[in-house]
């Protein structure tokens, strides 16, 4: 018998959920509350509940006694020790996306980089982080390894949370799309190296600042 592909009720919630965590719309040490969640998603509470253990279960979140579940605070080791994995499955997934990105995808880059500039000028850190991960999924899918892209997601989610606190300082801000803007040019060029090295040098930037927010 053939399995159902289409996603459930509950996948949906879990990816909806995930994907906030990914792009920092809970903050550290936020407890979420099910009724509350369900409410905001329109749905009922047993797919919310179901989710929030299955990403308890990834990491992304922490079940509290009595409590339900909080998103995690992240210590400066474990905060380095993330960084340094990110560094080295995003760079391996930029260099190989760069050689093997269609030019429709390179002309996307471009735009979502100009996206993250006009949001860095209007202070929006919502549509920063939503054009940020847009960016880097686009980036890393056209490596064409679903396992890559797997594993970077997964290191995503345990680090989303804090990405809020990018805009706290305003002169750091002003900085962010550096990187962004040096990936499109390599791009250009399908220089694969210095599209992963304009990414470690991004998640290095903001990782410098983001450390001193962990406990």
Not at 81 to 108: F, P
Not at 135 to 161: C, D, N, Q
Request: glycine letters at 6%; hydrophobic letters at 45%.
């Amino acid at each position: 018998m053939q399995e159902n592909s289409f996603p459930t009720l509950q996948d949906k919630t879990y990816q909806t959920l995930r994907q906030w965590l990914t792009v920092g719309r809970f903050l550290p040490g936020e407890r979420l509350k099910i009724r509350q969640v369900a409410e905001e998603l329109g749905v009922s509470i047993m797919p919310v509940r179901a989710a929030l253990q299955r990403l308890a279960a990834e990491g992304g979140l922490v079940n509290i006694p009595n409590c339900g579940v909080m998103v995690p605070k992240l210590k400066r080791a474990q905060f380095d020790d993330i960084l340094q994995t990110r560094i080295l499955l995003e760079g391996q997934a930029a260099e190989l996306g760069a050689y093997r990105m269609s030019d429709a995808d390179r002309i996307k880059m471009a735009a979502l980089s100009d996206q993250m500039a006009a949001a860095i000028n209007a202070n929006d850190i919502k549509a920063y982080l939503e054009a940020n991960e847009e960016f880097h999924v686009t980036l890393y899918r056209a490596s064409g390894s679903p396992l890559l892209m797997e594993l970077i997601e997964t290191v995503w989610l345990k680090v989303g949370p804090i990405s809020n606190q990018l805009f706290e300082n305003a002169r750091f801000a002003k900085k962010l799309n550096d990187a962004h803007e040096d990936v499109v040019h390599a791009l250009v060029r399908q220089d694969g190296m210095a599209v992963r090295l304009a990414i470690e040098q991004d998640m290095f930037y903001a990782g410098q600042y983001l450390k001193t927010s962990c406990t």
